[in-house]
């Protein structure tokens, strides 16, 4: 073998060898971020197609938000075989949809938001009528009832855990390509707008109004308003939940370019995609699910005021969909991860936008 050959065996073992160690890197800091930021329960990797609910919820008629009430709902999961993977405190409704029998869901009305597996004591995933049988026995049980709380609306959805566990290796590979082509510039937000003047709108066929300056300012003044009284402060993580309709075809080709865009901008910070999976309808009809995690209000602040957002939102055009804001229920005060700590190297970000 000629010296040429071995000098390039060797660079491509090199090569290979860093290659695996960032995509291990990438998978441990994800981890670190489910875990120790957004406090959801790890599912293992065993191979199964498991049921889950998404599960939203408010105070009963006439009471206001109490803390206990929303732990004593938790504390109803773990009967009866199921698990509580997350709970989270909801923010504001950012996308409302106009599916019979789900008006009630908009700007401020949702409390809560459980993620629950249910069948979790069992060896083999729970089938989808099955699943759909538990939720509707769990939402009507006593002691939900007795919690003070109701669920306003349930979603199933099948989450593979093979995929889960792709989730942030590919989320590192891709900041990976966008760092190697020297991409993550164009994701900086250090450029900030006035949301003051008004601008054409898009015609997002269907269900949704046009993006403009207008309605954007709007979104961030109710933002702000709901995120304080509801005691999120800024470095809390924020975790959105949606509720995907999959739309037209031309909305669905506009909403998947936005959807990369946004996807190659938050693995430059750290964030992204963290449930993805197949609806199983219950309330409404949905095509899937998926939760992204933004790191922390602060972030969320400069990012709806950030020139690169006021351009890339033009491009969303969601079916008829639903997607609900939340930060982690702070029984056990889980923050976002220190930035200095983590292996991606954020930019540095005030606390919030001015």
Not at 19 to 35: C, F, H, M, P, W
Not at 185 to 203: A, R
Not at 301 to 321: A, C, E, F, I
Request: aromatic residues 8%; hydrophobic residues 40%.
């Amino acid at each position: 073998m000629g010296l040429g050959k071995k000098v390039f065996g060797a660079a491509f073992c090199v090569a290979l060898a860093v290659i695996a160690s960032n995509l291990n890197d990438g998978y441990e800091y994800y981890k670190k971020v489910r875990q120790d930021t957004l406090g959801i329960e790890i599912l293992g990797q065993q191979g199964k197609s498991r049921f889950l609910g998404v599960m939203l919820l408010q105070m009963q008629e006439g009471r206001k938000f109490e803390p206990s009430a929303l732990e004593a709902v938790c504390d109803s999961v773990n009967e009866g075989g199921s698990k509580l993977v997350y709970t989270g405190r909801a923010i504001q409704v950012a996308v409302e949809s106009k599916q019979p029998g789900l008006e009630e869901i908009k700007q401020g009305a949702v409390e809560a938001v459980l993620l629950i597996e249910f069948g979790a004591d069992r060896e083999t995933s729970v089938d989808d009528a099955t699943g759909k049988d538990l939720i509707h026995k769990w939402r009507s049980s006593a002691k939900v009832q007795e919690s003070g709380m109701r669920v306003m609306a349930a979603q199933g959805f099948r989450r593979s855990d093979r995929t889960n566990f792709a989730v942030p290796l590919v989320l590192t590979a891709l900041q990976g390509v966008i760092r190697l082509f020297g991409l993550d510039k164009s994701y900086h937000l250090h450029d900030l707008v006035p949301m003051t003047s008004e601008t054409s709108k898009i015609d997002n066929a269907g269900t949704q109004e046009g993006f403009s300056d207008k309605k954007m300012s709007n979104f961030i003044k109710n933002f702000d308003k709901l995120s304080k009284s509801r005691n999120a402060s800024a470095d809390d993580a924020i975790f959105i939940w949606n509720w995907l309709q999959k739309g037209t075809a031309s909305q669905q080709k506009a909403d998947g370019i936005y959807g990369a865009q946004m996807m190659a901008m938050l693995s430059t910070h750290g964030g992204g995609i963290m449930e993805f999976g197949t609806a199983v309808s219950v309330d409404g009809n949905f095509d899937n699910i998926a939760a992204v995690y933004y790191p922390g209000v602060g972030f969320f602040n400069r990012l709806l005021s950030s020139k690169w957002m006021r351009h890339t939102v033009q491009g969303k055009k969601p079916g008829d969909s639903i997607a609900v804001i939340t930060t982690p229920f702070k029984t056990s005060s889980k923050k976002r991860l220190d930035p200095a700590k983590s292996w991606v190297a954020y930019e540095s970000m005030p606390a919030s936008a001015p």
